[in-house]
């Protein structure tokens, strides 16, 4: 046991004198909870906006002020010609365009039926289906208005917006940093410190040593699980105190879910060390592999049922997907264990599936 | 003109002083062996004199050129043969030579030739086209050696170039270092193996970054009153705080 | 200049000699593009949505019925209360759940006035907000039915205001055009930048570096002798992604090609003057990886990828002045998607030709041959 411990700590040491990999641990979640904070956001505001007034009436101009004082947008210019459109489209200049047909305002006030362009760049698209809406609601309610009186047989919407009434958009990222950082941590860097170790040939004269196989992969492992617990720490830290997350649930289920996503993201690592001698396709497994999929397909950035059928059942083997749904469900929801019992036996079930998948792997690999 | 000459040759990492102001001269055609044990300095200084390393302090010149100012003219004239061999490994050994020959700016009809040459001496007719990296370690080790001659340098740096190679190997290898030194080409290499230093033509043994003694084998047994090599260096080594 | 092609042929007998990292390099770049591009979709739909009818009449049927038929909704349960309803919320079995109160039908006919209620499950803000606002619009044009069922003619007045939209770009308001373009630059500058790196990390790690160092070989005909094999292997990897573009997503080419490509190009002397940067640091592959990896966060992140770079607050907008990726990916999806020409993209080509000779200037002048 004592050796095990000293083993431990040598790995400590290793890992502690390679100041650059550890400041860059801990700065990849400062940067990432500082962008997804502050910089990301969805909200719609001071979008550019053309006007071609071809009407040039009160109501042209009262219209265009309205779209202009809501907030939303911002003038960028008014165009003389329709032929001026398609190139501050294509300069990529305005987001969205308001086109005014000559004799609006005549045509209107004689109850002729008139129209309104509302021409949107698309390619961004639901940045261009909220500012359509946006602008078609203000011209809809000046026209409510205009007219006069209020309507009969009116169903109103009563909406309530459940776990976050102030739809903070900042903090429904913090469970999927931590999850990619934990992965980052646990299972990418366990896997090249293995494969390293392989490569270099010292695995092989620790293998002749007096310790074990078991130990001295948990020797190699337990460094990492102490150092994702921590940035793990760190970043819920980070969401409740700077970026106001709620923390609606219980601590300690938390954190023994945390650990438990640390356990399983551990186990990968080692799988992954186990099936190749190569620190830089170790690498490329981990980081293409894992992490990409998970980033992506796990649900933390792209909503899961908007994709494709194959890719949603797909999105149930990865791992992050579970527990990003129990860190929101804890810290938002404020639900407890027996909510998310589904979650965590599958999490348990694949930290068991990847220990035994790379127990048998080391066992034929000394043999 | 000596072909390598240090003067008060000195490199400090902040505090710590890896080469503390060693003086020496090599001549043409000689083999200089560098002894001492892990940790005494001798890497520090091989790569100070290969232009790898800038020196805090002091003087010193290879082939005529000086290790500060000239560091490109001396690479021109200087061959090097490290611990870790620097072979490619997923080349094969006449891509290797090749690439080496290529690289020191000679032309392709001499590079054929230097080839040719190399494949015939060290006996590697069958394996020219296998990658390096299947090679037994003696191979590889004589095949570094003889690439680092490649471009016909006048000065060949080899640090502990024996390292991990069983007696008789090291044997064959040493008869390649011999041949090499009767050329011509000055052989400066480190060492941390006693029983080499009665092979080279003048040593020097290096403790904690000193040179403690620097004459012919037989000088230093004789100086020390020991009948080898290592009587000479164990004397040194004990009045002294190793870092073993 | 001989010196360098001895480099190049190396380099590239290498790699092709490595077939299992020849094959990553290639093909997951690629899977990681087709799959991507299948998930990357910022569309709000396939919402579960829950319905507690608690009229069961004529309108609240037609309600329901209304939900049913869109596809941005997928009615999966009917709640007995508004109990079950809160549950089925914490349960994260619906996205939001829908209360039809009773007496809904009545009360429009006896108070001209009924509501409804609407539970959202907001803790992705923006999707709720979008949901809201997609269920509120169909409650409103049952609003708008019964109303001109009721009233006939009293509506007409109101019609005579239509409002068109087009949709410019992407009329099919498909989310893949939009991502497509990016991801696939992403990807080359996260495998550009990453395997120049770990490819001169590891050369230092064993050894032939150092003895690279040792010859006459300068600065510059080492550099030149790591880019462009990479540089080579990056459009190769690009043209493949475009095909892949092209023939699966159908992802348009408006513009020029040629323009293109020469985008593709400067983008990747630049991503492996980057590479050379961080190899320069670094010394084993752990901390070359982690030195990529930390960037290239920051510069998706910031580039527009993701959301659009004009809401980003002040200091985010200064930081991604120099951001390659924001560049590039304002170039190419105006290329691909818009037609734009030379003309139109001159400023993105002169940021991007600017940061890839001072990265790579100064990736050759951090370059120590002696330490």
Not at chain 1, 318 to 331: D, E, T
Request: glycine share 6%; net charge positive.
């Amino acid at each position: 046991m004592n050796r095990f411990f000293v083993f431990v700590r040598k790995e400590f040491y290793h890992i502690l004198r390679d100041r650059r990999t550890l400041l860059i641990l801990f700065g990849i979640p400062l940067a990432q909870v500082l962008l997804f904070g502050f910089a990301l956001t969805n909200e719609i505001k001071d979008a550019r906006i053309a006007i071609l007034d071809q009407d040039k009436s009160v109501y042209s101009k009262e219209i265009g002020n309205r779209l202009l004082s809501s907030g939303y947008f911002k003038l960028a210019g008014y165009l003389q010609s329709p032929k001026q459109l398609e190139a501050i489209f294509r300069k990529g200049q305005i987001k969205l365009a308001l086109v005014f047909p000559p004799g609006f305002s005549d045509d209107w006030q004689h109850g002729k039926k008139t129209q309104i362009q509302i021409l949107a760049d698309a390619s961004e698209q639901n940045t261009a289906i909220a500012l359509n809406g946006y602008a078609s609601a203000i011209i809809q309610d000046f026209a409510a208005n205009a007219t006069g009186g209020s309507r009969p047989m009116s169903i109103e919407i009563a909406s309530r917006m459940v776990f976050n009434p102030n739809l903070k958009g900042a903090f429904v990222f913090v469970p999927g940093v931590m999850a990619m950082v934990l992965l980052l941590v646990s299972a990418m860097m366990t896997s090249i410190t293995l494969a390293r170790e392989k490569e270099t040939g010292t695995m092989e004269v620790l293998f002749v040593s007096p310790l074990n196989q078991i130990q001295i992969i948990l020797g190699k492992v337990i460094p990492y699980l102490v150092l994702s617990f921590i940035n793990g720490c760190v970043i819920l830290l980070l969401g409740v105190f700077v970026l106001g997350m709620p923390m609606a649930g219980n601590l300690i289920l938390l954190l023994a879910e945390t650990l438990l996503f640390i356990f399983l993201s551990l186990s990968i690592g080692i799988f992954i060390s186990s099936i190749t001698n190569s620190q830089v396709v170790a690498m490329f497994m981990s980081l293409m592999i894992l992490l990409m999929p998970t980033i992506f397909l796990s649900g933390f950035i792209f909503p899961i049922e908007s994709m494709p059928v194959f890719l949603q059942y797909f999105s149930n083997i990865i791992p992050a997907k579970y527990f990003i749904n129990i860190v929101k469900g804890i810290m938002i929801k404020g639900i407890g264990l027996s909510y998310l019992i589904r979650e965590t036996l599958i999490l348990l079930g694949m930290a068991a599936l990847f220990i035994l998948l790379s127990l048998r792997n080391l066992k034929t690999r000394v043999s | 003109m000596s072909t390598v000459i240090a003067n008060n040759l000195t490199k400090k990492f902040g505090p710590f002083t890896a080469t503390d102001s060693i003086t020496f001269q090599v001549e043409r055609g000689e083999i200089f062996g560098f002894l001492g044990a892990n940790g005494a300095g001798k890497t520090t200084a091989i790569r100070m004199l290969c232009g790898l390393l800038r020196p805090s302090s002091g003087e010193a010149q290879v082939a005529g050129y000086d290790v500060y100012r000239q560091a490109d003219k001396i690479k021109e004239r200087i061959g090097y043969m490290s611990q870790k061999f620097s072979l490619y490994e997923d080349l094969s050994i006449r891509e290797n030579i090749k690439f080496y020959g290529g690289i020191y700016g000679l032309s392709r009809p001499v590079i054929k030739e230097k080839t040719q040459h190399i494949i015939e001496e060290l006996q590697l007719e069958n394996v020219v086209d296998k990658l390096v990296g299947s090679l037994p370690l003696g191979w590889k080790q004589r095949l570094a050696f003889s690439v680092a001659l490649v471009h016909d340098p006048e000065v060949v740096f080899l640090d502990e170039p024996t390292g991990g190679v069983d007696p008789l190997t090291r044997r064959q290898f040493w008869e390649m270092i011999y041949a090499a030194a009767a050329r011509g080409t000055t052989i400066f290499i480190t060492t941390h193996y006693m029983d080499e230093a009665e092979y080279c033509n003048r040593v020097s043994i290096m403790v904690d970054g000193k040179i403690q003694a620097l004459d012919t084998p037989t000088g230093l047994k004789k100086s020390f009153g020991v009948d080898s090599m290592d009587g000479v260096f164990q004397i040194l080594a004990r009045g002294t705080s190793t870092k073993g | 200049m001989n010196r360098i092609a001895f480099l190049i042929e190396k380099e590239f007998k290498q790699i092709f000699r490595n077939t299992i990292l020849l094959r990553i390099m290639i093909m997951m770049p690629i899977m990681q593009l087709i799959l991507l591009s299948y998930a990357a979709n910022f569309e709000v739909k396939n919402l579960k949505m829950a319905i507690i009818d608690q009229d069961r009449s004529t309108y609240s049927q037609r309600l329901i019925s209304k939900f049913a038929h869109i596809h941005n909704f997928q009615l999966v349960a009917y709640p007995a209360s508004y109990k079950m309803g809160e549950e089925s919320l914490l349960k994260n079995q619906v996205d939001l759940v829908m209360v039809i109160p009773p007496h809904f039908e009545s009360n429009l006919y006896r108070d001209q006035k009924s509501a409804v209620q609407l539970m959202v499950n907001a803790i992705d803000g923006s999707k709720a907000g979008i949901a809201n606002s997609y269920a509120s619009a169909i409650i409103n044009d049952l609003n708008s039915e019964i109303l001109v069922e009721n009233y006939p003619l009293a509506t007409q007045n109101n019609n005579t205001l239509e409002i068109t939209n087009q949709y410019w770009y992407n009329p099919r308001l498909e989310y893949r055009t939009f991502m497509v373009p990016g991801i696939l630059f992403e990807l080359l500058i996260l495998v550009g930048g990453l395997i120049s790196a770990l490819n001169i990390v590891r050369e230092k790690e064993i050894g032939t570096q150092e003895q690279l160092n040792v010859t006459p070989i300068k600065k510059y005909q080492f550099v030149l002798g790591k880019l462009i094999p990479f540089v080579v292997i990056g459009m190769v990897q690009f043209t493949m992604g475009l095909l892949v573009a092209h023939f699966i997503f159908r992802i348009p080419q408006e513009g020029s090609l040629a323009l293109l490509y020469a985008f593709a190009f400067i983008f990747l002397i630049l991503s492996t003057g980057i590479g050379l940067l961080i190899s320069n640091v670094s010394s084993t592959l752990q901390q070359a990886m982690f030195a990529a990896f930390f960037m290239l966060v920051l510069f998706i992140l910031l580039s527009g990828l993701f959301s659009s770079t004009e809401n980003m607050p002040k200091w985010a907008q200064y930081l991604n002045v120099i951001n390659p990726l924001k560049y590039i990916i304002e170039a190419g999806r105006n290329i691909m998607l818009k037609g734009s020409n030379w003309y139109d993209l001159q400023s993105q080509f002169l940021a991007l030709a600017l940061m890839a000779v001072g990265i790579n200037a100064l990736a050759m002048l951090q370059y120590r041959k002696t330490s």
